[in-house]
């Protein structure tokens, strides 16, 4: 399993920026697909973002698409998440995932992922 850890959460005021980023151990961390969840508060986990094995296949969900913008170096073993113009609805607590199976996009729900980070709170004020 590869096992991962976020961090680069914060406080930013709406409009602004962060970058999170997702470090990642295990020999196994190349094959698999990686995958951003949000969970807000009494909501459930919600997929963000996902890179490929490769990383150049991308997806995203509607509600980030053209604001965030995922990617992966395997040689650091590492994915990031770039989040920009964000807003106060993007608040939540951001986990990063491992992904075994082939990819498709039906298949990106948290019940599907292998192994998960501890999430790095992201607090957007309006």
């Known amino acids: 399993q590869v096992q991962l850890v976020e961090s680069g959460g914060g406080l930013v005021q709406a409009g602004g920026s962060l970058r999170l980023s997702c470090a990642a151990s295990g020999r196994t961390f190349s094959s698999r697909a990686i995958l951003w969840f949000h969970q807000a508060p009494g909501k459930e986990r919600e997929f963000v973002a996902a890179?490929?094995?490769?990383?150049?296949?991308?997806y995203y969900s509607d509600s980030i698409k053209g604001r965030f913008t995922i990617s992966r170096d395997n040689a650091k073993n590492a994915v990031s998440l770039r989040m920009n113009s964000l807003k106060s609805e993007d608040t939540a607590v951001y986990y990063c995932?491992?992904?075994?199976?082939?990819?498709?996009?039906?298949?990106?729900?948290?019940?599907?992922?292998?192994?998960w980070g501890q999430g790095t709170q992201v607090t957007v004020s309006s």
């Open positions: 890179v490929s094995l490769s990383g150049l296949r991308t």
């Open positions: 995932a491992a992904y075994s199976g082939t990819w498709d996009t039906a298949a990106f729900n948290w019940r599907n992922m292998e192994s």
